[in-house]
């Protein structure tokens, strides 16, 4: 009885921790939502401080929402599904605490740093960001940076 117990205590164990790592699929959604937010927060912290003579920064993140709109759905979409089968029972809320996480983290950048600084080493992102096509952008999210890790590891090669 004590084996037949053990064994479904570690395939619950397993399971639960199984489905808290990330497939590569999902290691892009979050990344790409996090590049998503960042650039909403560079917009409109330095649409003041680009030139005159280009187009506001803001609205430069707004042309590049729109053109890319079914790659960040996409990347919903994703993470929506992850937190609904990691058990969150209100995957919309969960997903608006992402994005408002990675908002926040690049806030502090922001509020720490003087506006003119902030903007000189943050903003060109967005011009940059507005030339890529879809697959520039999904392998810009499918890149992990030391500094901006995911918030679950990657699954280990067992078809998921």
């Known amino acids: 009885m004590r084996v037949i117990i053990t064994v479904m205590l570690m395939t619950l164990l397993s399971s639960a921790a199984y489905a808290k790592c990330y497939t590569s699929k999902e290691v892009e959604a979050e990344q790409g939502i996090r590049i998503h937010s960042e650039l909403m927060v560079i917009g409109l912290n330095c649409q003041h401080l680009w030139p005159k003579t280009d187009k506001n920064l803001y609205l430069q993140y ?21 937190f609904s089968a ?55 999210a499918s890149t ?15 078809g998921k």
Not at 64 to 77: I, L, M, R
Not at 99 to 113: G, H, L, P, V
Request: charged fraction near 30%.
């Open 144 to 158: 992990v940076f030391a500094g901006h890790p995911v918030s679950h590891g990657m699954c280990a090669s067992t």
């Open 62 to 82: 707004k042309d590049f929402t729109k053109k890319h709109a079914k790659v960040f759905a996409g990347y919903e979409d994703t993470m929506l599904d992850f």
């Open 86 to 140: 990691d058990g969150e029972t209100s995957p919309e809320l969960r997903l608006h605490q992402m994005r408002t996480d990675f908002a926040n983290q690049i806030s502090k950048d922001a509020a720490t740093m003087r506006p003119d600084a902030f903007c000189a080493m943050y903003a060109p992102r967005i011009p940059k960001a507005a030339k890529m096509d879809d697959a520039k952008i999904r392998k810009w």
